[in-house]
T-cell receptor, first 116, second 111 residues
């Protein structure tokens, strides 16, 4: 299957700082990428849909000014958690969708964020 | 009604048995159906996808789709302890930009 990478895999930061997470599709071009958040023992929660060259679409309840998404190329989307607080600590997972024919989503390995 | 429903489990089966995981969906316009496996602390991994009614087999895994009943299932034959994970059902309709995920079923295969 297609490969999606995420960096960093783990980050610890102080409250008030900003954290950038990168998501790359390594062997295919992804017009659309998705950002999810998952708290312990809970299901995936879609945060936003990222489309290359246009503004991201955020799910209800997700603050677009806090979670900045940039999808500058067909292989890279970034999520920046601005002014992070302890309640933002979570497992952030991106996924990229293949295009053409039957579309399939592949997930990155995730980024575990801990805000102290 | 949730768009994609799964029994949260836990579902426990002995090693070597068949594990049956079920999923129902509400959108009749759904076109493609996916099963992901998620180990604890890891991200979801695609196992299978199915688009047409009937069965689709891949190794020990069989996906079954019944669009009339809005039902999709995953069978795991000869279950192994390494199959212990949460299995996520995902559904995509032609009108939606994203997939809709179920909450997942936690499977435990006991040696």
């Amino acid at each position: 299957g297609a490969v999606v990478s995420q960096h960093p895999s783990r980050v610890i930061c102080k409250s008030g700082t900003s954290v950038k997470i990168e998501c790359r599709s390594l062997d295919f071009q992804a017009t659309t990428m998705f950002w999810y958040r998952q708290f312990p023992k809970q299901s995936l929660m879609l945060m936003a849909t990222s489309n290359e060259g246009s503004k991201a679409t955020y799910e209800q309840g997700v603050e677009k000014d806090k979670f900045l998404i940039n999808h500058a190329s067909l292989t890279l989307s970034t999520l920046t958690v601005t002014s992070a607080h302890p309640e933002d600590s979570s497992f952030y997972i991106c996924s990229a969708r293949t295009s053409g024919g039957w579309e399939t989503q592949y997930f990155g390995p995730g980024t575990r964020l801990l805000v102290l | 009604q949730k768009e994609v429903e799964q029994n949260s489990g836990p579902l426990s089966v002995p090693e070597g048995a068949i594990a049956s995981l079920n999923c129902t969906y509400s959108d009749r316009g759904s076109q493609s159906f996916f099963w992901y496996r998620q180990y604890s602390g890891k991200s979801p991994e695609l196992i299978m996808f199915i688009y047409s009614n009937g069965d689709k087999e891949d190794g020990r895994f069989t996906a079954q789709l019944n669009k009339a009943s809005q039902y999709v299932s995953l069978l795991i034959r000869d279950s192994q302890p390494s199959d212990s994970a949460t299995y996520l059902c995902a559904v995509k309709s032609s009108g939606n930009n994203d997939m809709r995920f179920g909450a997942g079923t936690r499977l435990t295969v006991k040696p």
